[in-house]
């Protein structure tokens, strides 16, 4: 069940990709235009309006509020099935454009999680099952024009002591806007 659900968020989070700004393609022999101050001064301004700083992160589509974090071992409530410790992540999503977006997929095009604790590769975490059975029916939901949606996320933990860091980016392949830091607290 828990990766039918991330497949299917997967597959939703890929209309997110483009949350982030969209480049011009250039065709084969055209010539770049200059841009005139009041473009530079626009493109600034677009740039303050996406971020990632005190538990929330906004792109253009979309805004995540963190609002609680915590580690659940294994065998606790909210981890009764996995085989790992957890990461638990409650949040809230407000959808800002007229697009299909869900809390689930929103966070997949958005974060990734890594534990440093490798000194030879990047350790990126892996999205365990949700840890809290209240969402179980609504994670997937479309979120409306402007409206809020709580929802949580788990990662699966490979050791209890190295901090989690999230890293936000705008959309699956857009640009980094930002990282936080999360201690391990039991």
């Known amino acids: 069940m828990k990766k039918l659900i991330f497949s299917a968020a997967l597959v939703l989070s890929l209309g997110l990709a483009g949350c982030g700004e969209e480049k011009a393609k250039e065709e084969p022999g055209e ?7 009041e473009q530079n001064v626009q493109k600034e301004e677009t740039s303050k309006d996406v971020y990632f700083k005190d538990n929330e992160v906004k792109i253009e589509d979309l805004k995540i509020n963190i609002t609680e974090t915590k580690v659940i071992p294994v065998g ?31 966070w997949i095009a958005v974060f990734k999680a890594v534990q440093d604790n490798n000194p030879n590769s990047v350790n990126k975490l892996e999205i365990g099952a949700s840890p809290d059975d209240k969402f179980l029916d609504t994670q997937l939901e479309t979120i409306k024009k402007d409206g809020t949606v709580e929802n949580a996320v788990a990662y699966e933990l490979d050791d209890l002591e190295t901090p989690v860091t999230l890293i936000a980016s705008q959309g699956l392949s857009g640009d980094e806007l930002g990282k936080q830091d999360y201690e391990i607290k039991q």
Do not use: C, M, Q, R
């Open 31 to 37: 010539k770049e235009t200059p841009v005139s101050a």
């Open 76 to 106: 606790e409530k909210g981890n009764e099935y996995g085989e790992k410790p957890i990461f638990a992540i409650w949040y809230s999503t407000t959808n800002l454009s007229d697009k299909e977006i869900d809390p689930t997929s929103a």
